[in-house]
């Protein structure tokens, strides 16, 4: 590495200062990078308990270890901060973690010589950041701002510093303080749909643009090379990637009618709408990530209908399918540009849709009326559905009430968000996908045991169904997970999903702070010990898998103190009452289940899979939360 | 006839993986603005191309350079001898493609890594080829032949030409 690898560039807004520091050696040994040094920073910045939309309020950036190699998928940049979305109806917020791939930003960071970006204060007039070679300034985006979608800022800044400049921007529900308002990196990557995008907004920080000329040396680039090559081998010796190459992640549909299917459509009008055969002819070109040897991204052109010609960016089929179905828009060309306005308007797709599916069918069942949106008309028709995205991007009309999110609904109207009927609510969040669908496999669980209700890049081979227990427990024991106490092979199989959730998001760590993608996971395409050689040969340490699942366990840890100490516990990890419930569907009924669908998941189920989960981690499963011992085991203590 | 590396940016995804292994192949380091091949991006529609020295027959680098430090090897592609660069920049500014940059005071450009450029053996698309040009030319007549004789056989109508009587 480089020797300003591990530069900490930190920027106050409110005073208009720079400051640069390496990170402490000790911070990298320990959490090794991405993710895991970003919440050290942001536990060393962020008061307790402050306003996340506060001019107190922080965001540290972090490029994982491996970004800035040839290394498969290592492209991701992490951002650690209190999301504004309204936790609980007494204003609580969580902290997390998100992250994103992008062509340019990570390698831009990395040419910059800049490790981590934390930011600060809150500047008086509307400005971006530049990095250019690690020098920072701050500059006017009073030509931007209120004016600039997140894609036309992204142009504009690209244009401005080379098309390979790294880019972050926000839209007008950035600006505007939309509580699930997203950032945008390099046009066609997302990152943040907790309201990262506000947050920056809230700073009156525009974008971020970074471009640099340093390069990386590896401790043993030969290594490194040979260790790249054999998981691009896997890659292009699976079977899937022919149809991968045409549709990116649309290639997933098989599997995803099944496990995200909410249920409104009989699954043959929702493959005839939204199916493959739409898909291919919308996809224009595959977009990658840096060093990816997939592509899971597509740039796609409406063909025909009212939008016809127009161009988007980013993984569009799934969301649009699910949202499509939910909202009963039968033209998946409607559903692409409402993806897109979303997109350009810098917010949350899932939550808006799911929030307007919510909402529309309350007015039309009078639960809802003129008097409490302000007079405007709640039609479930899209005209109306692409009316409210501007309207809450904006705050304007019923807008204002959409902006504040499921739980701000809560708090003015008394509507609880638990009766909304797909994917499920933790914490305010609603969640991608909905348990019922896609049985209870760790992801799932993680949705609710993360302390940011997300997957977060949690991907592994129990994320596709039909997976055997034996390839399940060889991808856990190359893990060094102890097999032995999260499986039985007979007399049926059975995974202890509590157990292996902890696991599966130590890996989820260990990606984030390499900076590695988990679609290489989730395929079975990288293992835990590719990660390790790969780490090893840049750095020159070897710390083995074991040592990289505990600093996996490490970072979760402190991921979870920053919770902890803002009063998060056991009662928040509330399973949504929904998953309890049937979907009924046009084509039968849907419960939870196990991995295997061999026996239903009912509320003891889910609270015994919660305390074996807490057990798993050392943690009281009274509480949920951490025991002194682990801290100590951990080497946290001088968190406590 | 002279090789030329082909790119096809139908197939490119911008992922920079040809910068990061040529910058390392030629600096020791993973450095992609040092790169001889570089991923242009394309801004107003979001495409991405390839694009490096095309090994030019007449070339303007060669023509200029005061110190004939750009040779044509005997296998047709053309080399900057870095111990006779003087940095001045001229292959920069006449380059029609902005394919050669001078960096840390030496001309930079594709040499083909001597025939099999590691750029072509990593896309992860096959989004780069090398090849002699005429070869490439006759695979692209093949395949551009055949998808008319298909257009033509779809529309049934023939392909216009009248017979003269």
Partial sequence: MHETADMVLTVDLSEGTVHRSPLDQSIRDSLLGGAGAALHLLWETMPVGSDPLSAESAVVLGVGALVGTPYPGAAKVSAAFRSPVLASVDGMHWIGCSVAGGRDLGLALRGAGIGYLVIKGRSSQPVYLSIEDGEARLESAADLWGRADAEETAQVLKARYGGAAGVITIGPAGENGVRFAMAFVDQAHSLGRGGFGAVLGSKGLKAVVVRGTKGISAADPERLLAVASRVRDRVAAWPGLEKWSKLGMGAGWSIFQYTQYPGKWPRSVWDRLYGEHVRAESVDQLIACAACAMGCRIKWRIKGGRFDGEVGHGSPFGKSATSGQLLDVADYRDMLHLVTVCNRLGMCFYTFTRMVDWLTNLYRDGRLTRGDTGGVELRRTFDCYEELAWQTAKREGVGRLIAEGWVGVQRELGLDPQEYWYGGICKGTDFIYDARAAKVHPLMLMFVTNPRPHHGGGHSLSTGPGKTVGELIAQMREWGAPVERLFREAPVPEIDVGRCTKYVEDAMMVRNMLGVCSMYSAFGMERMGDLAEAYAALTGRDVGVDGLMEAGERAFNLKKLLNAREGFNRRFDAVPRLWLRPMVSPEGVEVCTDYFRNRAFGEKEFEEALTAYYQERGWDPDTGLPKREKFSQLGLTRYL | ?165
């Fill in chain 2, 1 to 165: 006839m002279a090789q030329v590396l082909a790119v096809d940016p139908r197939r490119c995804t911008g992922c920079r993986t040809c910068e990061l292994v040529c910058s390392h192949a030629k600096t020791g380091q993973f450095r992609p603005t040092q790169s001889a091949i570089r991923r242009v991006t394309v801004l107003d529609d979001l495409g991405f191309q390839p694009w490096c020295c095309l090994q030019c027959t007449d070339a303007e680098c060669v023509q200029v350079c005061p110190v004939q430090a750009i040779r044509r090897t005997p296998e047709g592609w053309l080399e900057v001898d870095p111990d006779s660069c003087i940095g001045c920049s001229l292959c920069s500014l006449v380059c029609p493609f902005g394919n050669i940059r001078v960096i840390e005071g030496y001309a930079t450009k594709c040499d083909l890594c001597g025939g099999d450029p590691l750029c072509v053996r990593w896309c992860p698309r096959n989004a780069l080829a090398v090849d002699e040009a005429a070869n490439l030319a006759e695979a692209k007549a093949a395949a551009s032949a055949a998808a008319y004789r298909k257009l033509i056989a779809d529309q049934r109508g023939g392909c216009g030409v009248k017979r003269v009587q």
